[in-house]
């Protein structure tokens, strides 16, 4: 059974640093894609970021140079690093299975970051 | 702010036929697969039609997609009070090198 659980979000304060992960199981991270895509409070998906099975990054806009997806192919976990965090950056934090051009096909339940004083 | 649009609300009453569009570009949806997801309230998204047109397992066939040119629709029919919920489209855009989101349809089952 495919299982994304995410953990580690949490009340930041403006200008902190937060890390959220994502415990994968019943299929192996290494090969695939794997995004992370985040929801404001009463809005649209918005993606974040994308890590390929080869290990290239890519970035939305907003978070670019703030934000860094990583993986630990031995764990199968999925990270986000997250830095000098914004107000606009308050939301549910998804990870997802696939992105690119082929689609996600699974969802974590999602972890909650909130940023603010 | 969103780069796919979408209708933000559309409603129908219980065995109707609604359709939800989803109109983009050629950098998106004209050379790219379009993607729905269903979002039931308090829940995470969950996949509806991958590549345009095709069901995972355990979609009901009331469910269907089409795409033309840069645009694309989700179809329900045979409404019933369980397809209550938000519903997004996505796709990849060449030119942003990233994945795109509509800002989603919530559906309102009179």
């Known amino acids: 059974e495919v299982q994304l659980v995410e953990s580690g979000g949490d009340l930041v304060e403006p200008g902190g640093s937060l890390r959220v992960s994502c415990a994968v199981s019943g299929f192996s991270i290494s090969p695939i894609y794997m995004s992370w895509v985040r929801q404001a409070p009463g809005k649209g998906l918005e993606w974040v970021a994308l890590?390929?099975?080869?290990?290239?990054?890519s970035y939305a806009d907003s978070v670019k140079g703030r934000f860094t997806i990583s993986r630990d192919t031995s764990k199968n976990i999925l990270f986000l690093q997250m830095n000098s965090l914004r107000a606009d950056d308050t939301a549910v934090y998804y990870c997802?299975?696939?992105?690119?051009?082929?689609?996600?096909?699974?969802w974590g339940q999602g972890t909650l970051v909130t940023v603010s004083s | 702010q969103f780069v796919l649009t979408q209708p933000p609300s559309a409603s129908g009453t219980p065995g109707q036929r609604v359709t939800i569009s989803c109109s983009g570009s050629?950098?998106?949806?004209?050379?790219?697969?379009v993607y729905w997801y269903q979002q039931l309230p308090g829940a995470a998204p969950q996949l509806l039609i991958f590549r345009n047109n095709q069901r995972p397992s355990g979609v009901p066939d009331r469910f269907s997609g089409s795409k033309s040119g840069a645009s694309a629709s989700l179809a329900i029919s045979g409404l019933r009070s369980e397809d209550e919920a938000d519903y997004h489209c996505?796709?990849?855009?060449?030119?942003?090198?990233?994945?795109?989101f509509g800002g989603g349809t919530k559906l309102t089952v009179l």
């Open positions: 997802a299975k696939g992105g690119a051009k082929y689609g996600i096909d699974y």
């Open positions: 996505s796709s990849w855009d060449d030119g942003l090198s990233g994945v795109v």
């Open positions: 050629g950098s998106n949806i004209g050379n790219n697969y």
């Open positions: 890590i390929s099975s080869g290990g290239t990054t």
